[in-house]
């Protein structure tokens, strides 16, 4: 059964980090693994010889410090680090239907999966298997399909540099695109916004740039919960002098204020203030505020004339765009001098940074409302400026370094190359994107799901949709860690594959192993494990890969190298991804920064070689009276679908993540009252009910008309054709609902 989900509640924390912060980290890392084997492995995360911290994207500062981790970071290395173990007693006594009654919480806690196991067909239990006959089973399942393209290859964010070149490579040689990622429901529409306007998909600034900026604009997003260590470069930025604007329909404790656990200040002391305003935007309204700002700025004539004549193109189309404001205003749910004091500040500004995440990305109008912003920041020639420019960011560890790879449904630019070098061709025409992954296995044109690192199930919109596609395929392969909702939703064979989590000791016939990630400023820097495995039966993710490619393809390609000696997968990557050129010495020391070339000379490889104002016309979502409109986010004690715990400190919730939060005259005008029991359900104008049971209303400081809740509980009420224009990311953050009483 699930555990007993009571959340009980308290008022939401002001401020960020600090002492709570790295206490709570430290006794979850020291308490789990075991003492020494945790604090080993702290002290290993982002130094030079270590490990990349698996816990998010935010760069490394240039001199690591000892104590460069945050709460975050050392919950997801203990998790990695944790001596509990699923082992064959374990999958002998629990049936896959009872697993399949299990939250994600207490799979989780079920440890590190010991073994390779299969599910034959028609069997409710996982039995233990040897590597080379789960290799025989996929190459019989792959090579039996009537097309490659019934076959579809997801990637998670933490698969390194190394395994998803060879990944990519393995699908392509087999015959097809369809490599899915998390960044499809992760970052997509920021990489395509980006790539249609300034020439490439990243962001354009270093973690240097964020330390000298006048003025930071933090849009949807929640670092003190999901980038801890963004909160140092905040205040460092601070100190020398920045203002920080908040955009945000919800008061998010970091962002107010943050206490340092790395300065004697932070951990004593009241903590720095952060925000300079704060500006409480209905989800969905920043299309409408960006709009706004950049029509003020024009009237102002506070625009970077010599940067738009030199540099950019479609600036008289969008200078001549107009301004509701009765529409702005309802959209945005700010007043008039509000929008008008940000617009001043980026008027006084010489240095501007407008950093962004999940809050913009996940809606539908989402490219859109990303291209807004960098029309603003275009306006006023803020790109490839020290102290200014454009900053998605990144979610997963290593998710930036995967596109980078090649992990993409689009054959990437360096394909040609690509395939002179491994004699290869890839099919031109794109594979699936998540969503049309899921769509395609409904449909049964998909028949083999194969999933290296993440959770698909529950990462996935539409839950029951998406299950029930995983469990029509002919055979699911989940390379993972730890025990998850996929595991429990397998097709009619299923096999979890155990891998090598970062933090462990990676030893190959040439010796001990290193991987590498490049971060979300496009810095790249090798990551050594340092713990033993946690059993001798796992192997690495290349290993995986360079044996998989050997079962299905032969020895046509050069698997058996790679295998032995990463390094020989490097000199291929220097090969064939533009940036990477002598690739294995420039690794040494700190690593390298990729070639950006908006930030580096204001060069940008778009369709007219230059940066392009785009008009789009303003939209948001609509939402009929006597309903909200829902986003699904991240708590404190959650790792994406990894749910480590049943507190959110900063949102005052302990014990319990079925809570949706209500502006108090929202629950009012509904006719509730904080503590109430509601079914969430939601409205996409099809036929079908989508309900998520037992919400307990937490009345909340969020913007009038909307609500929130926590993702994956919420995954069931997203529609699965409820997208992003132009990029497909499921809109997890504009969710229409009613709320229903239990009876
Ligand atoms: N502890 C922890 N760290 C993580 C993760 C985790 O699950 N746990 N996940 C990692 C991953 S993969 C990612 S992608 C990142 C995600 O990092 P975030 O994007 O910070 O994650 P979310 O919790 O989804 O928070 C979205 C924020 O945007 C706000 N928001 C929602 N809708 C809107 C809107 O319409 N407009 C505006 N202006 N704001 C809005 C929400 O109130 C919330 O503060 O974090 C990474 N780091
Ligand atoms: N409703 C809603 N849905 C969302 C979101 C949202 O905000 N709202 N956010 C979306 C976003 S931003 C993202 S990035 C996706 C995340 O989607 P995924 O990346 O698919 O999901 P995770 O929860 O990060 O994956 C966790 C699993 O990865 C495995 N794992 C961990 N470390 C390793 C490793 O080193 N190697 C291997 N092979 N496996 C490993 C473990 O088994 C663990 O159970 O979810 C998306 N879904
Ligand atoms: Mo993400």
Redo the contacts with the bound molecule.
Sequence with gaps: MADKDEPTVSSPKRSAAGVPGIVTGLKYALGKPGIVRGSRALLRINQADGFDC?GCAWPEPGHRSSAEFCENGAK?VA??ATRRQADTTFFATHSISELAQWDEHR??RTGR?ERPMVRRPDSDHYEPISWSDAFTLIAEHLTGLDDPNQAVF?T????SNEAAFCYQLFARAFGTNNLP???N???ESSGVALTETIGIGKGSVTLDDIHKADLLVIVGQNPGTNHPRMLTALEKAKKAGASIVAVNPMPEAGLLNFKNPQTPRGVVGGGTPLTDQFLRIKLGGDHALFAAIGALLRERGAVDTEFITEHTSGYKAYAETEIDWDATLSATGLTRDEIEEAADRFAASDATIVCW??GL??HTGAVATIQEIVNVQLLRGMIGRPGAGLCPVR??SN?QGDRTMGIWEVPPPWIDRLDAEFGIETPPEPGYHAVAAIEAMRRRDARVFI??????A????DTQVTETALRSQDLTV??????????VVPGRTGLILP????TEIDHQAAGPQFVTVEDSMSCVHASRGRLAPVSSHLIS?VA?VSRLGRAVLGDTLPWRDFEADYRAVRERIANVVPGFEDYERRLKGNGFTLPNPPRDGRTFETADGKARFSVNSVSAPTVPTGRLLL????SHDQ????VYGLDDRYRGIRGGRRVVFCHPDDVVELGFADGDIVDLVSEWGDDVERRAEEFRIVSYPIARGCAATY??E??P??ALHATAKRSNT?V??SIVIRLESRA
């Design positions: 698996p997801a998790e990695e799979l989780g999966i997801y998670s964010g933490r698969t990622d998390c960044s429901y992760c970052h995440a999940m990305t996940q979610g997963h998710v999933g290296l690192g993440g959770n698909f529950a990462a996935s919109p989940h390379i993972s860690t730890t025990l998850n909702r996929s595991h891998v090598l989590g970062r993710e995986f986003q699904s986010l991240r790792y994406n679908t990894t993702f994956p919420a995954n009420l997203v499921p997890s953050k």
